[in-house]
């Protein structure tokens, strides 16, 4: 089992920025990725960033430029930093770990809300 437990949401004002934090612990050993994921109220969970466990870096387009995942070199924790956030990337921000087993396992933590307004 792996429990992942997210940290750093808030309110924030457009342009401002936020470093979210994501907890890993439990038996890590068969987690090939992790990942960001967001959910903006009546909309579908979708994919922010996701680290590979050997270093491969992915994006969503709309946040290319201003998001950067991280880890540290203990591959315990996760760091996603936000900068010049939009009211668009209002969303509760969840971390995920994949395990690389038949059929794929999905970890999740219990999400962070994230709200950039005025």
């Known amino acids: 089992q792996v429990q992942l437990v997210e940290s750093g949401g808030g309110l924030v004002q457009p342009g401002g920025s936020l470093r979210l934090s994501c907890a890993a612990s439990?038996?890590?050993?068969?987690?090939?990725?992790m990942a960001w994921y967001r959910q903006a109220p009546g909309k579908q969970r979708e994919l922010v960033a996701a680290?590979?466990?050997?270093?491969?870096?992915d994006y969503a387009d709309s946040v290319k430029g201003r998001f950067t995942i991280s880890r540290d070199n203990a591959k315990t924790t996760m760091y996603l930093q936000m900068n010049s956030l939009k009211p668009e990337d209002t969303a509760v921000y969840y971390c995920?770990?994949?395990?690389?087993?038949?059929?794929?396992?999905?970890?999740w933590g219990q999400g962070t809300q994230v709200t950039v307004s005025s």
């Open positions: 439990g038996n890590m050993f068969g987690i090939s990725a």
């Open positions: 680290i590979t466990s050997g270093g491969r870096i």
């Open positions: 995920n770990g994949q395990a690389a087993t038949i059929p794929t396992i999905n970890y």
